[in-house]
């Protein structure tokens, strides 16, 4: 499928047809939530759909890098029996 470069005000734009949109799963009313990975290899431009962030990345994240323990950070309350801790 052949597609041309045009000028979007001091950069450049390739439409994307409906049907490479649609062979992505990518709704064409919903843009904002989409973005792509941009590289270049030899003569080729390699565009990636990001993937949205898994939990465990977001918490990684969050953690930067520290190890935590997640029982330190969860009030179980008083004890009420003869639980060891």
Known sequence: MNTNLS???NSAA???PKAIL???NIDSNNFE???FN???EGNK???NKKQAKTKFELLAEKSK???TNPKDSIDWGNN???ELW
């Open 7 to 9: 000028k979007w005000g």
């Open 38 to 40: 941009m590289d270049v």
């Open 33 to 35: 939530k989409i973005s």
């Open 65 to 67: 890098g520290e190890k």
């Open 80 to 82: 009420v029996g003869k």
């Open 22 to 24: 649609e062979e992505l």
């Open 45 to 47: 431009l390699i565009l």
């Open 14 to 16: 390739i439409r994307i």
